[in-house]
């Protein structure tokens, strides 16, 4: 799988829209950008996915560089419950191969 | 999406004591289920893959002998920690990818506290 980086830590205020960003610059073809977060004490969640394009659901939005080398999630309107470890990785497409876990960034929401 | 229950969510045993944590995928078949060690402040660490009718496959480092793993069906893997020692406390969490999509379903966890 191929490595990623991001930022240890961010705020964002409550409301405002989240952004976290996530450089995978050594992405192969078919290699897809997955984000998951871990509140506190639980399970990592699914958020989304992509390979190319942009894409979107009842959670959040994946903008993906046309060159694939980085992308950013974002939440459009935070809250107190999005407060989480998010992690951005980078695997090929297919569910039953093992997820690899960076750090991840905490994000803290801000009242 | 598709639901990974564990058990117990939380426990306390004894030094060299065994305790034996159950992931189950409640809603769907999972041949293959993974297994992954948190410790505080730490990120996840995938400690083995469990196949349904075959053995499980360990990560460099982890201890087969130590950490039994079992998929008893295709709804069922359990993760047995033997001889436990206080530095087995952590937090256990297993995945189960669905057949159905690409992505991992994660179980809520289970915090191992060994005294």
């Known amino acids: 799988d191929a490595k990623t980086t991001q930022p240890t830590s961010m705020d964002c205020a409550e409301g405002r829209a989240a952004n976290l960003p996530c450089n995978h610059s ?15 004490s639980q399970g990592p969640q699914y958020i989304i996915h992509g390979l190319k394009n942009n894409e979107t659901n009842e959670m959040a939005s994946l903008i993906i560089t046309e060159d ?12 107190l419950r999005d407060t989480a470890v998010y992690y951005c990785i980078v695997r090929a497409g297919r569910g039953y191969q093992k997820v690899t876990f960076g750090i991840g960034t905490k994000l803290q929401v801000i009242p | 999406g598709a639901v990974v229950s564990q058990h117990p969510s939380w426990v306390i045993c004894k030094s ?6 159950e ?8 041949t293959t289920m993974f297994w992954y060690r948190q410790f505080p402040k730490q990120s996840l660490m995938l400690m ?3 196949n349904e009718g075959s053995k499980a496959t360990y990560e460099q480092g982890v201890e087969k002998d130590k950490f039994l793993i079992n998929h008893a069906s ?3 893997s359990t993760l047995t920690v ?8 952590s937090f256990y969490i297993c995945s189960a ?19």
């Open chain 2, 74 to 76: 295709l709804t069922l």
């Open chain 2, 48 to 50: 083995a893959t469990s």
């Open chain 2, 16 to 21: 060299g004591t065994s305790v034996k944590i």
């Open chain 2, 97 to 115: 990818p669905s057949g159905t999509s690409s992505e991992q379903y994660f179980g809520p966890g289970t915090r191992l506290t060994v005294t």
């Open chain 2, 82 to 89: 033997t001889s436990a020692h206080p530095e087995d406390s």
């Open chain 1, 26 to 40: 050594t992405i192969s073809g078919n290699e897809y950008v997955y984000w998951y977060r871990q509140i506190h």
């Open chain 1, 68 to 79: 694939r080398k980085s992308s950013t999630l974002i939440l459009p309107h935070a809250t």
């Open chain 2, 23 to 30: 992931c189950r995928s409640l809603d769907f078949q999972a």
